[in-house]
């Protein structure tokens, strides 16, 4: 841990809280003093003055340590290509990107514009994934539609897994080549 960051950080948390090094060492517990050395950058909290002084100032720990935010595309492509497993399961395509995504949603640039488009898009493909086969039923029933086989339905549902699989594989493409996304259609169900 590198004592420059933590130190510039402390204070930078501190100030943006209105908190004064009187006030934060009350509610953390710690001394004065040991606030003043650790925002000095003279020396390291240790684990429990760590998080005494994350829950003072209401972060995580790792607010306080790992601050910077990094550029990984290899972990943008990764999140991305993580939308695959939608071929074993159609919920795997949304629950694996979405623990990888809050994960490092914090501490990756541009993860989680990334991470909402493709959580949102894959929570979009599965709903449409059961209600077209089901609307097609309806269809069929009413007599919109003639006659529904089940070739028609595997027809249907076989065009729609290689649409997501299309969209994902140009979507990582558009990652590694530094372009915008294009994850259509998609439902904002995250913000």
Known sequence: MNKNHLA???KELRNQK??????????SGLSLRTIQ?????????TG???KRLSNALNVNPDELIDWVIKE????LI???LSALTFLFFPMLGILVPFILWTSRKDKIKNIKKLGRDVINFE?????LLFFIPFLLFLLSKIGLLESLTLSIVFTVTGFMYFINLIYVLLNTLRISNEKDLMYYPQIKFLR
């Open 8 to 10: 510039i950080r402390l």
């Open 78 to 80: 990764f999140l991305n």
């Open 123 to 127: 929570i979009t493909w599965t709903i």
């Open 18 to 27: 209105g908190k004064s090094q009187e006030v934060l060492a009350d509610e």
């Open 72 to 75: 990984d595309k290899r972990y």
């Open 48 to 50: 429990d003055s760590l």
């Open 37 to 45: 050395r650790i925002e000095n950058g003279d020396t390291n909290p």
